[in-house]
């Protein structure tokens, strides 16, 4: 996806992946170090989102997680908050309105947060590709050692980048897995033989094998090739939306400086230099308009701004803007999307926030045992087997106490006498439904149970009851 300007040469206008030849291989990226206030702040910022995302797992309340995304268990703990299954409405409420927000974040800013907070490219342009420069150097240098005959100065830099690039790996693959299980979880797999947990180990080295692949090779295509969010922004983005925008009534036609006083200067202010497709992390040229592939990351606009200073114009030539402010000089953020957007997101917190005041502390989920109908007992009686799974959704022990509201049918706990909930825990216990033989007059009946908590009743479950019917004297 790609929106031509008006001064675009139709002739140069590209109409393929740039990271893609036309005979189909791979066109390797080797973007040029850039400098500027913008990779400035970007590194300022990426060192702030790192730290965050290392610690994240380590940040604790009350002796819990403060993130935890356990799929496993289907136990999520967000800013301390824990969501179970039954809380799935609550997950649903909060996946809309985050991708709605998403939505109105890039219909005016577009994909800034690609360029500026996307773990991939925080990793890739902050760390890994900032090692690769280190050893390697710099761009022409990889060109050069890539395509060269294999020596020992290129043996040991490649050898010296892949261990480092692995070491790395492996702490976001640690990383990525205390997310999802938890630190002590994580302490324990890595403290133990892989015997002893062969799938946490298993895991560790495939997502550890993952992030070596995507940063080693894989790089960019994860952007252009995996990632749906680039091409969302083909119907998300309209001429009022802010992106890196070259700005082409100023720069066009482009040219390159003439030193001669005779030869006629170029009406543009663009020099047609390339820098800004030289650094470019996916190879494209800003000039050629929105594409698909731009990640927002500003380094053409650091690049563009080195080159209009040292020829003596005005800073800008690509900068934020949107089509509208280049083409007409006037820009709107509060569109008519917008508008609708911002009121569906309000609708959607509203209801989250509604829920969440009425969500209930305590939830018990029964469920017949599997496998079995009804046991008949000595003294008369028959009895079903019940499965009870509750949750504590508060900060607080609870204890909770089954009783039946059905007339002639008891309630026998298996193991104790009531239920003790920790603080945000789920609890399976077991339980018997009781009846006298002689009393059952139909195969299967409804029975009402109610949970019973410091006295009160917090919840009414029912069920059925399976027995034969007595027979008649």
């Known amino acids: ?57 380590f940040i604790q309340v009350d002796g819990r997680p ?3 995304f356990n799929i496993f268990e289907r136990k999520f703990i967000i800013f301390g908050a824990v969501f179970w299954p039954q809380d799935t409405h609550l997950l649903i409420f909060l996946l809309l309105i985050f991708m709605v927000f998403i939505i109105l974040f890039t219909v005016i800013f577009g994909r800034v947060w690609c360029g500026w907070a996307c773990p ?23 060109r050069t050692l890539n395509e060269g005959p294999w020596s020992v100065e290129k043996i040991v830099k490649k050898g010296v980048k892949l261990l480092v ?50 940063f080693t090779w894989f790089r960019e295509q994860a952007c252009l090739v995996v990632c749906p969010y680039g091409r969302l922004q083909g119907v998300l983005l309209d001429d009022n939306s802010i992106n890196v ?17 005779a030869e006629i200067s170029p009406k543009g202010d663009c020099v047609d230099c390339s820098l800004c497709v030289q650094v470019c992390p996916t190879g494209i040229d800003i000039r050629n308009g929105i594409q698909m592939e731009c990640v927002n990351c500003t380094a053409c606009i650091d690049a563009c701004d080195e080159v209009m200073l040292k020829v003596d114009r005005p800073k800008g030539l690509i900068r934020y803007a949107s089509e509208n402010s280049i083409q007409k000089g006037e820009q709107k953020l509060m569109s008519t999307r917008v508008k609708a957007y911002s009121l569906v997101l309000i609708v959607l917190i509203l209801g989250f926030v509604s829920l969440i005041a009425t969500r209930e502390d305590l939830e018990a989920t029964v469920t017949r045992f ?12 028959v009895s079903n087997l019940y499965q009870i799974t509750l949750i504590n959704k508060t900060f607080q022990e609870q204890s909770v106490d089954l009783q039946s509201l059905s007339e002639d049918v008891s309630v026998e706990l298996v193991g104790t006498s009531n239920l003790v909930l920790q603080p945000q825990s789920k609890v399976e216990g077991r339980f018997f439904l009781v009846k006298k033989q002689a009393k059952v007059s139909v195969p299967q009946e409804k029975v009402n149970l109610s949970l019973i908590h410091e006295g009160e009743e917090i919840d009414q479950i029912n069920t059925s009851f399976m027995a034969p019917v007595a027979k008649k004297q």
């Open 245 to 261: 925008m070259y700005d082409y009534v100023r720069g066009e036609p482009r040219g390159p400086l003439r030193k001669s006083q």
């Open 165 to 214: 690039f692995a070491i790395i790996s492996l702490l976001i693959g640690h990383l990525v897995m205390a997310y999802l299980i938890g630190v002590d979880q994580v302490k324990e797999i890595v403290s133990q033989p892989p015997t002893q947990n062969m799938a946490g180990f298993v895991g560790l080295l495939a997502f550890s094998g993952i992030f070596m692949f995507v």
């Open 66 to 68: 403060w993130l935890l």
């Open 1 to 57: 996806m790609a929106k031509k300007n008006p001064h675009t040469n139709p002739e140069n206008f590209r109409d393929a992946l740039a990271t893609v030849k036309e005979d189909g291989k791979r066109n390797w990226v080797y973007p040029k170090k850039v400098s500027g206030i913008f990779y400035r702040y970007r590194t300022y910022l990426s060192w702030l989102l790192l730290i965050v995302l290392f610690a994240g797992p």
């Open 120 to 142: 991939q490219t925080l990793f890739m342009e902050m760390v890994f590709r900032k090692i690769e420069n280190a050893i390697e150097g710099d761009a022409n240098r990889q």
């Open 370 to 381: 599997p496998g079995m109908t009804y046991q008949m007992r000595d003294n008369g009686t």
